[in-house]
């Protein structure tokens, strides 16, 4: 008999190891019991110096075994380790979905992938001010089964920039905008209460309810009840629900309105006061309505840094993370772009960064919004404003991140491929310096050829502190 204790019991690699050592002693699986985090006395574990087997198992039961482990059945262990056996004498035994251990599995699977969606849906931050210190946002979450580590890639990508914590009761997950860290379960009641961006979010929900589309089966299939108790929202849905006969019998009776007011054409001419500081410019931008993308985007994203600076460096347009924060180059090109110019040499703080698109294009799809390139009447149109940037600014090197920066700057489309590392001499004046934009490196899907291009990238940007010592970053 064999006794077998899993210290994480959601790690794919110790339980690799322990069945690795099962099969190497051809331990039956009616001969094995799994525990957690605690020896028995009485069991006995596989020999230590037994050879190990060498074996192969399908990829799918891989996948299917990272997902099981995480669900918080007991039994999950001696599923996984009898299916893994029966594998080695049936390769097929996965696509025999009518199998009864099979079929439990999968549904297991199941309920570990849907627990995972619910809880990037589900998660809710509230901002905690740390005596004067950056904000950190703190969520309180309660799964159904142990998912926290699975769901970490998520949360880590979608709020890059922000520092958080997620406290579950089976463990905590922080981000510090470097590096995730785990630690141990809390209590619901070291979460912290509402905070002033709640209100704001439950006006936001209650203005896009509508009752004529209510359908609360549907809204509890997707939202489950047992969701609502930390959902700021949740306690606005049992009266709206109650309302809706009522507010649409208002809405059917009501008499036509105006159509709503749709976005100029692009050939319009835009009404623009002539701003004499960056920080005028910025706030006549917030209101710009040059081009039809302010419609959809969140807001206005302008140029950031020093009023002075020498260099500017102009990319495309922001992205999603640039435009929930408001700010250029805070996304993962962003990141990259930060670390290049240090490798670089370059002194981020004495440096301008702007785009040449100062609102998101995108496309929806699912929860996501898939950046879109714009097209050459948006760069056209939005090129007011980085012309009235660089009058103000009056830099002597501007640095040109891919295609869009460089019909934005030169009016006219450039190859950046041919002149990827050149110089020219733009109409204000200043020189231009052509290179590619760090998002080409992100969506490059070989990471040798990743590597081989960053390299190329940092070089490029190295001519801009022999040119201009003054930005270079202090030994």
Request: aromatic share 10%; hydrophobic share 40%; glycine share 6%.
């Amino acid at each position: 008999m064999y006794r077998l204790t899993m210290q994480d019991d959601t790690s794919l690699d110790e339980f690799r190891g322990h069945v690795r050592a099962l099969v190497a002693a051809k331990a039956s699986p009616r001969d094995v019991t799994w525990s957690i985090g605690s020896d028995d006395l009485f069991g006995a574990a596989p020999p230590p110096d037994a050879p190990i087997a060498k074996f192969t198992v399908p990829s799918a039961y891989v996948d299917l075994a990272r997902n099981v482990l995480c669900h918080r059945d007991p039994e999950r262990f001696a599923l996984l380790y009898e299916l893994l056996w029966r594998l080695l004498t049936d390769r097929l035994l996965l696509s025999v979905f009518s199998d009864p251990l099979v079929y439990r599995l999968r549904q297991m699977e199941k309920a570990v992938r849907r627990d995972l969606h619910k809880m990037t849906a589900f998660v809710r931050f509230r901002r905690v001010d740390d005596d004067g210190a950056e904000p950190h946002y703190i969520a309180w979450f309660e799964p159904q089964h142990l998912i926290l580590k699975p769901a970490a890639d998520f949360f880590v990508k979608r709020f890059a920039t922000m520092r958080w914590s997620i406290l579950t009761p089976d463990g905590t997950l922080q981000w510090d905008r470097r590096a995730v860290s785990f630690g141990p379960g809390v209590p619901k009641s070291q979460a912290p209460t509402e905070d002033t961006l709640e209100d704001w979010w439950r006006s936001y929900y209650r203005s896009t309810f509508n009752p004529a589309r209510v359908n609360p089966k549907m809204m509890k299939s997707e939202m489950p009840v047992r969701y609502w108790k930390n959902l700021p929202e949740a306690a606005l849905i049992p009266q709206m629900l109650a309302d809706a006969d009522r507010r649409t019998g208002r809405m059917i009776e009501a008499p036509p309105t105006m159509p709503r007011r749709v976005a100029m054409p692009m050939n319009a001419p835009a009404v623009v006061h002539e701003a004499g500081t960056l920080a005028a410019l910025k706030q006549e931008a917030k209101v710009c309505e040059r081009c039809p993308l302010y419609a959809c985007a969140t807001q206005t994203v302008f140029g950031e840094g020093p009023g002075d600076a020498r260099v500017v460096f102009v990319g495309e347009q922001p992205g999603d993370q640039e435009d929930l924060m408001g700010r250029p180059f805070v996304g993962p090109a962003g990141q990259m772009f930060d670390r290049a110019i240090a490798e670089a040499g370059i002194d981020r703080a004495l440096v301008y960064v702007t785009n040449a698109v100062k609102h998101f294009k995108f496309t929806p799809r699912g929860k996501r919004r898939i950046h879109q390139k714009p097209n050459a009447n948006e760069i056209d149109h939005c090129r007011w404003w980085l012309d009235r940037e660089l009058a103000l600014l009056q830099p002597k090197l501007v640095v040109a991140l891919g295609g869009t920066a460089a019909r934005a700057l030169t009016g006219k489309d450039i190859k950046i491929t041919q002149m990827r590392g050149q110089t020219i001499t733009s109409r204000g004046g200043a020189s231009v310096l052509f290179t590619v934009h760090p998002s080409y490196l992100l969506r490059l899907p070989d990471a040798q050829a990743q590597r081989e291009e960053y390299r190329r990238f940092v070089h490029d940007l190295s001519q801009v502190p022999r040119q201009l010592p003054s930005v270079a970053k202090a030994a």
